[in-house]
């Protein structure tokens, strides 16, 4: 009995084993092997032709041989996941090394104040490009030096430049998406017309802040085409609003040109002052220099019946002498019920007309005209489907 009290003690090793955290030996395999010892201690010997002892022996190597495998299959175990573990901080070291991407975000997309809160430096801000601004006139192809810091009442002219064409940049499209941020708030964006091939083949773009009105260069071109808003033209007429409206103090102002989230041009100037008032006297001057640069649109298409059939309809609809009709788009426009491949449901087109008023001046109002889809196929009799806004227009200008 002795010679087995020390082969069992074995099972000692086995719970010692247990305690240890590289390994858990199932406790089944153990009581199994315990209560198989204990079932032969109560079986008489001289019923088996072999050494109990021996036996013993063997179970107690079995024993030791199952309790080894067991330790190198744990062992393989927590060393492929010791080998994980210091892949994966492998991993976070070498992130934590590598240069984060900077990207470049235009202060519209950060909502951080901080950005323009005021700015007092004393380093003029960078401008993307080329961009410039100055107190006067722009000349492209010898621009004057730029200026960072201007004081209210000073004529403010820019000019827009990208490291490419416009077409190159803007695949091909025929206008620029210009963004204004006052104190880094976005205050508007607009898309610009540009309506001749030279023009997007240009890398940068004259932008009028708060000119000299005899010195305005904006709205007089009618392939440039700045859009409306409240009532003001984007651009001088707009920015100069947004000037006189400024409280005491220190200001940025700045313009980016940029689609989809990438900027292709900006410029910024600081602007600091008292009063800001006087901006409303230039606002009136640039007001009226604007009507009188105002031209009627580009001629599009010439269909004198056409054309004809449209004045006509005016001249029911109330309008009064009418001088010059111009139609805008080159071609009609279809109008699907439900847009892509829907059913057809009429087609448009816009023109422009020109008439004296009961004052004795001119104006010009935008007009578009319907035709609706009859179940037949054709097409039915024109409408007058929507007026714009009046346009005030030099006599002089009606037939240019």
Not at 74 to 80: F, G
Not at 173 to 181: A, E, K, M
Not at 237 to 265: C, D, M, Q, W
Not at 380 to 389: A, D, F, I, V, Y
Request: net charge positive; hydrophobic share 35%; with cysteine.
């Amino acid at each position: 009995m002795k010679k087995t009290m020390a082969r069992l003690s074995c099972s000692k090793t086995t719970q010692n084993s247990y305690r240890t955290p590289c390994y858990s030996p199932d406790r089944r395999t153990k009581s199994g092997t315990i209560l198989l010892i204990a079932l032969l201690l109560f079986v008489p010997a001289t019923g088996y032709s072999f050494d109990f002892g021996s036996m013993v022996d063997d179970v107690g190597s079995a024993v030791k041989s199952g309790v080894k495998t067991i330790e190198r299959s744990a062992d393989q175990i927590l060393q492929k996941g010791d080998k994980r573990a210091v892949k994966k901080q492998q991993i976070e070291n070498t992130a934590k090394s590598e240069p984060q991407e900077t990207i470049k975000q235009s202060t519209a997309d950060n909502n951080s104040k901080s950005q323009h809160v005021k700015t007092k430096s004393a380093s003029p801000p960078v401008n993307s490009g080329g961009s410039i601004f100055s107190k006067d006139p722009i000349n492209p192809d010898n621009p004057s030096a730029p200026v960072a810091s201007f004081t209210a009442g000073d004529h403010i002219y820019g000019m827009l430049k990208a490291s490419k064409p416009w077409k190159e940049l803007n695949q091909n499209s025929n206008y620029i998406i210009v963004w204004l941020y006052i104190d880094g708030q976005q205050k508007v964006y607009k898309s610009v017309g540009l309506q001749r091939p030279e023009l997007i083949a240009q890398d940068y773009f004259i932008i009028d802040v708060a000119p000299e009105p005899s010195h305005m260069s904006n709205y007089s071109d009618r392939d440039i085409i700045f859009p409306e808003k409240d009532g003001y033209k984007f651009g001088p007429e707009l920015f100069t609003k947004y000037l006189s409206e400024l409280p005491p103090g220190e200001h940025t102002f700045r313009l980016e040109v940029k689609a989809y989230n990438k900027i292709y041009a900006s410029g910024e100037f600081s602007i600091s002052g008292d009063d800001f008032s006087s901006y409303s006297k230039l606002l009136a001057g640039i007001k009226d220099s604007s009507g009188q640069q105002q031209k009627m649109p580009k001629v599009g298409k010439v269909d004198m019946a056409l054309q004809n059939e449209m004045i006509a309809l005016l001249k029911n609809g109330g309008w009064p002498d009418i001088r010059r009709l111009v139609i805008v788009d080159k071609d009609w426009w279809i109008d699907r019920v439900a847009g892509g491949d829907s059913a057809v449901e009429s087609r448009h087109m816009e023109a422009a007309a020109a008439a004296q008023d009961t004052d004795g001046s001119f104006y010009f109002r935008h007009v578009t005209f319907h035709q609706p889809m009859l179940i037949t196929g054709n097409w039915g009799k024109l409408e007058l489907s929507n007026t714009g806004e009046k346009k005030a227009l030099p006599e002089a200008n009606v037939d240019k």
